[in-house]
């Protein structure tokens, strides 16, 4: 029986981890497949995405800077998809590419199911706007935070996600330069690409954010997630948290809508793990 062709798509991607995770997944359960690493700048990608499919793709994952580009791509979207406005996982179906979005459902699932947090009541902060961003905000709401603030460099885009969430007084954008006048929150999420290096370059943000309470989350993971969990650290947040237990979730996810059935992640999540020092960059 031939493998069938999976692959994640990114610029840059030769870092992703995402092949080894889904050929552990192939091991687990049994299932043929090849996933591999597709470097697709963005003005290429709608090319290569085509090309992919006509030499016998049937799914794929999207990652940075790809995810709202993959959503106009799509010929249909899961309602979590629409609500983002954004896809990292698609589907070949029927001549036509269909998109959803997992990256909601493995956060939340990390962070409450490996991480035993309940973040019902929790007032959060979402640190971005971008793909990544519109990819958890929904999924924050649905698992019942109290309310979201949403914070961008660039504030039309927190706006526009706040809108497309659709629950104006619980969702709302700050200026990123007023952040020291928003009080304290119970969970803050970077969905950002944090700067790497020390000084100007290092993240920043006013340690009054944080309450004794405050769980900080990066959903980058290894080097990519260094610099805001230095800051979280520092400001004395109470538990800090990268985010590979997500990108193996948010995985596990997409392998379960291609293929029927859903893999154990632990064990795959505790093997990546052990190999911190050696992960780059985030999915």
């Known amino acids: 029986m031939p493998e069938v062709r ?8 030769a870092h992703s981890l995402s092949p080894r995770i889904h050929a552990a ?39 940075m800077p790809l995810k709202e580009q993959a959503h106009a791509l799509c010929a249909s979207l899961t309602p979590r998809a629409r609500a983002a406005q954004a896809v990292n996982t698609l589907t070949w179906r029927d001549g036509q590419w269909h998109g959803d979005n997992t990256d909601g459902a493995g956060l939340v699932r990390d962070l409450t199911g490996r ?39 660039t504030a039309a885009r927190a706006d526009t996600l706040v809108d497309a969430l659709g629950q104006p007084g619980r969702a709302y954008s700050r200026y990123w330069d007023d952040l020291a006048n928003q009080g304290d929150f119970e969970l803050i999420v970077n969905a950002t690409s944090a700067a790497r290096g020390t000084g100007a370059g290092a993240f920043n943000a006013p340690i009054t954010l944080v309450n004794s309470r405050t769980v900080a989350v990066d959903i980058n993971y290894g080097e990519a997630a260094i610099p805001f969990l230095a800051w ?19 995985a596990a996810e997409a392998f379960e809508a291609w293929h029927g059935v859903r893999p154990d992640t632990q064990p795959v999540y505790e093997e990546l793990r052990a190999q911190h020092a050696r992960l780059v960059t985030a999915d």
């Not at 690493?37 to 049937?58: K, Q, T, V």
């Open 115 to 153: 991480h035993g947090l309940d973040l019902r009541g929790r007032r959060t902060l979402l640190l971005g706007a971008g793909g990544a961003a519109r990819g958890v905000a929904g999924a924050l709401l649905e698992a019942g935070v109290l309310e979201l603030a949403v914070v961008n460099r």
């Open 25 to 63: 997944f192939a091991r687990q359960t049994g299932i043929a497949l090849q996933y591999t690493a597709i470097d697709a700048p963005p003005e290429a990608f709608a090319d290569i995405l085509a090309a992919f499919a006509a030499g016998g793709g049937r799914g794929g994952n999207v990652t």
């Open 232 to 250: 979280a650290r520092a400001a004395g947040c109470l538990r800090v948290v990268d985010g590979l237990g997500m990108l193996v979730e948010q």
């Open 6 to 13: 999976y692959a994640v798509f990114g610029h840059p991607i």
